[in-house]
């Protein structure tokens, strides 16, 4: 019996023509129990037919031993009585006695594929011979990393090796630290872009809707949900490897959810912030942990969700949780060693400077949480970011005055972390109007004189224009028609509120809605059309007050929204503003129920692309917003567009569903 086990143990394969007899061996299973690790027998018995015998998959059920690690036992123990039904993993009903056992057993399984061990030499096309350990391979290409460590993507041809790498990467959030996702590329133009076709999809399993920009640096991707991220070959999709923990468990708000919107490259690390507000760093090449620091304590609500700045050695990341009544800041570590070298909070404690613009208690639990990426302008040396609502969100009584710095943008010296200047958009904010929508660092002729400007296009339903080296205000003009919670905006930019415009216990209607005229997904300049291509919502939102205390572990809105019925049939508008006027030059509408996320990119092949409301990728001509192109992905749009080169083709990539898709000229 002993060794019919062992036969078994040695692979799915030579398992699977004993499965339909599965019921007789776990008959006679008790007297081959010697031997066998305590679980490992119920784990042949009941998982290994679909899981295969060492756990790295078999003919019904995938690869688990990437997959154990970030449950916890309680999980395990419960996805073993439930089963995943949906996705094909029937309940298995484990009894009590023996599941604590198959927990421990199937944490101890290793992968059959000892492909990564491999020690590999190959000759490249060049005449260079390389050594080095296989990272994964196919038919057609060979990921190495290199003795000299450097990680080398191969393509096969004939008997060797062409190596392959980007030429054009998109190393942060934005691409380029300014904000305004223009990339210089060429080659995809508004004459050839209707031949653009899908070159290869890469899936997440288990994760949330994505709503990351992917990062492309030195011929690798990288692509971030909650708490995990993957590393790809930008050129076939293929995976280099991935680093995931488990998610924090009892976390409120958007981290809770799984949210996160990208990581950043810098040297040789890989940054991004975990759920429970954590940043951390990867070697680029291994995704082994370098460092782990906390910024805040998940516990008192706060969290994280977006993709870290680089700037100069210092890597700036902000946090989540302004709907849950955390104190915002934005906090800069040592790219090195994760060392915090300053923070800077956006509200002040009570009795600090800038605390008589808080008059009442909501001091103690303010907002102005900073959980969109900044930007950062290197020739004036400073960082941009914008600083979200005060709490509770619809409820203004405890905290009178105008709330600094909440529902403004700031401008920081990134060596020290000191403000230079702060405008705040919406003073004493009782609307959730958080100013986190990209601050995109601007260069360009304004009223006749060369200026730096810093444009937003904020939730509120305006659209601003900022001198960026002053923080003066130059101008706001409406961008959606649906605006009723001011009348205008004053020289200085402050808003006219208007009178009536705030929640009440019956319920208010104010436009726009509480979603935003649009919100943090990506907008777009393209310097050559003078054009700043941002994705609107023509909505309304019926508020609702509701007094409420803080708690740890609780939201603290002070009310709630829905949308109010009067909707417009078409509420998505992509809108083309003129950044000398303020004017919408041209608009796509599109059909749908206005509830997608999706961003905008702009090429200087003239071209932008958006994630269009029915779930198409398309592509308009950026001077007069004619479609030119579009792809149907049948998702819900929650991320954002980049574009990079490798091997010497242009791509255009975006998160669509739990796919990454990346698109590139038909060859
Ligand atoms: C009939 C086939 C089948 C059997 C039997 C089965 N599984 Fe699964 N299992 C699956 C499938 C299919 C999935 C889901 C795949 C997906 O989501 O991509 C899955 C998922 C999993 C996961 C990943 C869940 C997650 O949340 O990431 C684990 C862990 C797992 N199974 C362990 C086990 C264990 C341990 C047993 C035995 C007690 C078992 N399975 C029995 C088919 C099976």
Redesign the pocket.
């Known amino acids: 019996m002993t060794r019919f086990v062992r036969t078994i143990r040695r692979g799915a394969i030579l398992f699977r023509p004993f499965a339909c007899v599965a019921g007789v061996w776990l008959m006679a299973a008790p007297a081959a129990g010697q031997g066998l690790a305590p679980g490992e027998q119920?784990?042949v018995s009941?998982?290994a037919?679909?899981?295969g015998t060492d756990g790295s998959g078999g003919e019904?059920?995938?690869s688990?031993t990437a997959?154990?690690p970030?449950?916890s036992d309680e999980?395990?123990a419960t996805?073993?009585r439930d089963?995943?039904p949906a996705?094909?993993?029937?309940a298995?009903g484990?009894p009590g006695t023996e599941a604590a056992d198959?927990v421990r057993y199937?944490r101890t399984l290793r992968p059959r594929n000892r492909q990564a061990a491999e020690r590999r030499q190959v000759t490249l096309t060049d005449g260079r011979r390389i050594a080095g350990t296989v990272q994964n391979q196919s038919l057609l290409d060979l990921q190495l990393l290199g003795d000299d460590r450097q990680l080398y993507l191969l393509r096969k041809s004939g008997d060797q090796y062409r190596a392959v790498t980007s030429q054009a990467d998109w190393p942060s959030y934005n691409g380029e630290t300014r904000g305004y996702r223009h990339s210089p590329l060429t080659q995809i133009t508004t004459a050839n872009v209707g031949r653009v076709v899908p070159k290869w999809v890469f899936t997440l399993?288990?994760t949330a809707r994505l709503q990351g920009t992917p990062v492309v640096s030195q011929g690798v991707m990288y692509v971030t949900s909650g708490n995990e991220i993957y590393a790809l070959d930008a050129g076939s999709g293929r995976q280099v490897w991935r680093y995931q923990r488990q998610r924090t468990k009892g976390l409120i708000g958007n981290a809770g959810g799984g949210i996160n919107r990208g990581a950043a490259v810098a040297g040789e690390r890989v940054f991004m912030a975990t759920d429970n507000a954590h940043l951390i760093a990867l070697d680029r090449l291994t995704g082994a942990l370098l460092w782990d620091a906390e910024m805040a304590d998940w516990r008192q609500n706060y969290g994280a969700t977006g993709a870290p700045l680089p700037v100069g050695n210092l890597i700036i990341s902000g946090v989540s949780g302004g709907d849950e009544g955390v104190r915002g800041f934005i906090a800069a570590y040592d790219q090195a060693t994760g060392r915090e070298v300053w923070r800077f909070w956006t509200v002040p404690k009570p009795g600090e400077p800038g605390s008589n613009t808080w008059s009442g208690a909501a001091i103690e639990h303010p907002g102005g949480a900073t959980w969109l990426t900044g930007t950062y302008d290197p020739e004036l040396d400073t960082v941009y970011w914008p600083v979200g609502n005060p709490g509770p969100d619809f409820i203004g009584d405890e905290r009178q005055g105008d709330n600094l710095y909440t529902s403004s943008v700031v401008a920081l010296d990134p060596a020290r972390g000191t403000l230079k200047w702060h405008f705040q958009y919406v003073p004493h904010d009782v609307w959730d109007f958080d100013a986190q929508q990209t601050p995109a660092l601007v260069d360009m002729t304004w009223r006749g004189q060369p200026r730096k400007l810093l444009v937003q296009a904020h939730r509120n339903g305006f659209f601003y224009v900022l001198d960026r080296v002053t923080g003066q205000f130059l101008s706001g003009t409406p961008f959606v028609k649906n605006l009723t919670w001011a009348t205008g905006l004053t020289p200085e930019g402050r808003p006219i509120i208007a009178p009536g415009q705030q929640a009440t216990s019956e319920g208010q209607r104010i436009c726009p809605h509480v979603n935003g005229a649009t919100n943090w997904y990506s907008t777009a300049f393209n310097p050559a059309t003078g054009l700043y291509y941002v994705q609107t919502n023509e909505w309304c939102s019926i508020v609702t007050r509701t007094p409420m205390e803080w708690e740890a572990g609780k939201g603290f809105m002070g009310g709630s929204f829905r949308l109010a019925v009067d909707e417009p049939p078409t509420a998505r508008v992509l809108r083309a503003v003129d950044v000398a006027t303020g004017r919408t030059v041209f608009e796509v509408p599109q059909a749908g129920a206005g509830n997608s996320w999706g961003g905008t990119l702009s090429t200087a092949g003239g071209v932008v692309f958006f994630g269009e409301e029915s779930g198409s990728f398309a592509a308009i001509d950026a001077a007069d917003g004619r479609l030119l192109w579009s792809f149907q992905t049948s998702q819900f749009w929650k991320a954002s567009p980049m574009t990079y080169v490798f091997d010497s083709r242009q791509y255009v990539a975006v998160a669509a569903g739990s796919d990454v898709i990346a698109f590139g000229l038909a060859e």
């Not at 996705?87 to 029937?90: I, K, Y």
């Open positions: 119920s784990y009941r998982c037919r679909c899981h019904f059920g995938p688990i997959r154990v970030i449950r999980e395990l996805l073993f089963g995943l996705a094909g993993m029937p298995v484990v198959l199937v399993p288990n």
